[in-house]
């Protein structure tokens, strides 16, 4: 399974891009890179999927290098209610973990 | 609405009891799991079920059992209930075909407290 490492935090202002990087080193040939949005009492949400090169759906952009060793999830002019913990997972099929996240504050 | 039902929302345990929390799922989703989520940590991966009848162990396995006798749910039992499963637990259900997982959903979760 994929480990993935990414920054426990980051503060952004409403309006700004936000870029959250995460590495996945082990990242195996089949494996999908997943990003998932949770807020507090709630369950994770999807966000977006994508293997490789750059995948663009209404709530956000990820973009995948060749190496596929890394990923950048780009959240578009973020707004206070996009304050929630950001997830990148690794894998294929239902082999999925969970690390702790990126929580991101969105100030006004 | 479609998507995946926990009940219920809130449980309040004594040390030593037995629960069933329960998960249900109208989406014809083959792959279910269950996660438990501590304050300030991540989601870990108890069991989880790529159909009826198949069940394995995740990350956190020990002191729960599962079984999944239909497509549609997926009850995660506490055998003995212990101040260390005070947590909040989330069902999850997904669409994997070709090798491509199409995105779980999860439930609203299960607030757990053993004292």
């Known amino acids: 399974l994929a480990k993935t490492t990414q920054p426990i935090s980051m503060d952004s202002y409403e309006g700004q891009e936000v870029n959250i990087t995460c590495s996945h080193n082990?990242?195996?040939?089949?494996?999908?890179i997943t990003w998932y949005q949770q807020f507090p009492s709630q369950g994770p949400r999807f966000i977006i999927q994508?293997?490789?090169t750059k995948v663009t759906n209404e709530v956000a952009s990820l973009f995948i290098p060749a190496d596929r060793k890394s990923s950048t999830l780009s959240l578009p002019r973020v707004s206070l209610s996009d304050t929630a913990v950001y997830y990148c997972?690794?894998?294929?099929?239902?082999?999925?973990?969970f690390g702790k996240g990126t929580r991101l504050l969105v100030k006004p | 609405n479609a998507g995946v039902t926990q009940t219920p929302k809130f449980q309040v345990l004594k040390t030593g009891q037995s629960m069933t929390l329960q998960c249900a799922q109208d989406m014809n989703h083959e792959y279910m799991s269950w996660y438990r989520q501590d304050p300030g940590m991540g989601l870990r991966l108890i069991h989880y079920s790529v159909g009826a009848g198949i069940t394995d162990q995740g990350e956190v396995p020990n002191g729960y059992n599962v079984s999944r006798s239909t497509t549609e749910d997926f009850p995660l039992r506490l055998l003995s209930a212990a101040p260390s499963q005070t947590s909040v637990y989330f069902c999850?259900?997904?669409?994997?075909?070709?090798?491509?997982?199409?995105?779980?959903?999860f439930g609203s979760g299960t607030r757990l407290t053993v004292v």
């Open positions: 994508g293997y490789k």
């Open positions: 999850a259900s997904s669409y994997v075909a070709g090798g491509e997982n199409y995105g779980y959903t």
């Open positions: 082990n990242i195996a040939t089949n494996d999908y």
């Open positions: 997972l690794g894998g294929q099929g239902f082999s999925f973990i």
